[in-house]
Nanobody, 126 residues
Framework: QVQLVESGGGLVQAGGSLRLSCAASGRTFSSYAMGWFRQAPGKEREFVAAISWSGGITYYAESVKGRFTISRDNAKNTVYLQMNSLKPEDTAVYYC???????????????????WGQGTQVTVSS
């Protein structure tokens, strides 16, 4: 079992930056690949970024490539999402998720993940 808690969301102007954190419980955090997803009102949950269990491999959605960076600190049981050059269309609830790191990577579909956080709101004003 893994429990995930996101933080770091908020209101920011277009062009600004935010860093989201996702703290995980349990001693096996390093065995999980991690992902970030987002969901805007009236839209489906969409993949944003993923990182392998070791942190050595990352994968991004085209819409955020070059602007967002996913990273992890296994000693702190935490995964991060650094978001730069934010746009109004980045406005959404952002979720982190965990999946067994032995499965194929990357997983981009929400249904492929085993554990989810409660989400944190990111609002980008124009």
């Amino acid at each position: 079992q893994v429990q995930l808690v996101e933080s770091g969301g908020g209101l920011v102007q277009a062009g600004g930056s935010l860093r989201l954190s996702c703290a995980a419980s349990g001693r096996t955090f390093s065995s999980y690949a991690m992902g970030w997803f987002r969901q805007a009102p009236g839209k489906e949950r969409e993949f944003v970024a993923a990182i392998s269990w070791s942190g050595g491999i990352t994968y991004y959605a085209e819409s955020v490539k070059g602007r967002f960076t996913i990273s992890r600190d296994n000693a702190k049981n935490t995964v991060y999402l650094q978001m730069n050059s934010l746009k109004p269309e980045d406005t959404a609830v952002y979720y982190c998720a965990a999946v067994d790191g032995r499965r194929r990577f990357p997983q981009r579909a929400p249904g492929e993940y085993d554990y989810w956080g409660q989400g944190t709101q990111v609002t980008v004003s124009s």
